[in-house]
Each structure stands twice: as C-alpha cells, then as structure tokens.
C-alpha cells in the first residue's frame, strides 16, 4: 500500500532564505509526482507536475526532484517571501486515471 | 475557463439529516474525483470516475455515502443520514494531465 510522508510538518523561515519540503512514497511504480499548494481555507492549487521519466521540474522561483527509486521528492523555493506561507502537498499519481495520494502536508510560514 | 465549481461554499445540518455536495467539473476533463479533508487524515480519496463511469469507490467510508455522474458536466456525492464524524471539507477535482481543484465545500454536521 503506497504511504507518502513529508517532513517536516511545519517550517517557519525569515524572508528571503531558501525553503526545502521533502516527500517520500513507498511504492515507486508512480505515473507522476504532484506538488499543490493550500491557502487557508482555500482549494488546492497545482504547482508543479513531474513525470515518473523526469528527475526535476522547474517554474520560476521553484524547482522540483524526483528520485524515483529511492521513493523521494525534493520541492525548493528560492528567495522566500511572505507571500510563499501556505501548506505544500506532495501527491503521487498511482494510476492511469490521475488518482492521488497525498501527503499530509508542510505548513510553511515566511516571515518579513 | 471558470474551473471547477463546488456548491454549497458551507453546509450546517443536524445529525441524520441527507446532505448533497454538488460539483461541475472543467470541460473536456475526463475523470472526476471526490476527496475528503480532516485535520486527523489529511486527503484521502473517496471515489473517481472516468467517461461517467465509477472507476473505484473503495474510499467510500461507509454505506451511508453515494455519488453519482449523470453526465459528463455534473457529479453529486451524498450522504444519508448524516453523521458529527462526516464534518470535513469536501473537495472535488477533474483531471486532465493535470488535477484541478475546487474550493471545497466545508460540512458541518451538529
């Protein structure tokens, strides 16, 4: 049964410091990895996609790794802001229909 | 594109009532999916479909929950009776390569 963790649960950084949320899975036979982003209250917002061919992905300040065989994801932010104070979800797509499963989340805080 | 839209934003019913989540999923997105968030078990899936079709509904918690996809643009999930441990957020998502989220629809069962 695939089992996706994140460490840490929660990261507070001052402005402008490089933030690093990690993600591990169990099962490595994954379609794709998925970073989201959660607002307070809010839905989820996708940030990056990668493919299980891939080993990163980038959108501007962010860059995602996939190391798919030891079971790992590495999302960087460069040059926090305040405006980056949300929670990051990892998710693996398990099946060919775009299932999920996600992680519980890195509630992440920038202060000015 | 408006997205995917949930309805009702917020719901408070009482214990044993029939509650009815509704959602419109992104046009030309052929798989929908019902998630459930808490603060104990994070997301967790509740059912998908594909071409309107239920693919697995194994998270379904228990018999009290259905959902239906009469077509490609509509999807309900319901719970009759409602239950105190049915509160959560209820999110909808239509996939294409990439998921797309809906605002949730917060439930509170009292």
């Known amino acids: 049964k695939q089992e996706v963790t994140q460490i840490p649960a929660a990261l507070s950084v001052p402005e402008g410091e490089n933030l690093v949320l990690n993600c591990s899975f169990t099962?490595?036979?994954?379609?794709?990895l998925q970073w989201f982003r959660q607002d307070p209250g809010k839905g989820l917002t996708s940030l990056l996609l990668?493919?299980?061919?891939?080993r990163e992905q980038t959108s501007g300040r962010l860059n995602a790794s996939l190391d798919k065989s030891s079971g790992r994801s590495t999302l960087y932010i460069a040059a926090s802001q305040p405006g980056d104070s949300a929670t990051y979800l990892c998710?693996?797509?398990?099946?060919?229909?775009?299932?999920?499963?996600f992680g519980a989340g890195t509630q992440v805080v920038v202060t000015p | 594109d408006a997205g995917v839209i949930q309805s009702p934003r917020h719901e408070v019913t009482e214990m044993g009532q029939e509650v009815t989540l509704r959602c419109k999923p992104i046009?030309?997105?052929?798989?929908l999916f019902w998630y459930r968030q808490t603060m104990m078990r994070g997301l967790e899936l509740l059912i998908y479909?594909?071409?309107?079709?239920?693919?697995?509904d194994s998270g379904m918690p228990e018999d009290r929950f259905s959902a239906k996809m009469p077509n490609a643009s509509f999807s309900t999930l319901k719970i009759q009776p409602s239950e105190p441990r049915d509160s959560a957020v209820y999110f909808c998502?239509?996939?294409?390569?990439?998921?797309?989220f809906g605002s949730g629809t917060r439930l509170t069962v009292v």
């Open positions: 998502a239509s996939g294409g390569t990439i998921s797309a």
């Open positions: 099962d490595s036979a994954i379609y794709n």
């Open positions: 990668i493919q299980s061919s891939q």
């Open positions: 998710a693996v797509e398990t099946d060919s229909w775009g299932k999920l499963q």
């Open positions: 046009s030309g997105h052929n798989s």
């Open positions: 479909f594909n071409n309107n079709v239920p693919i697995d």
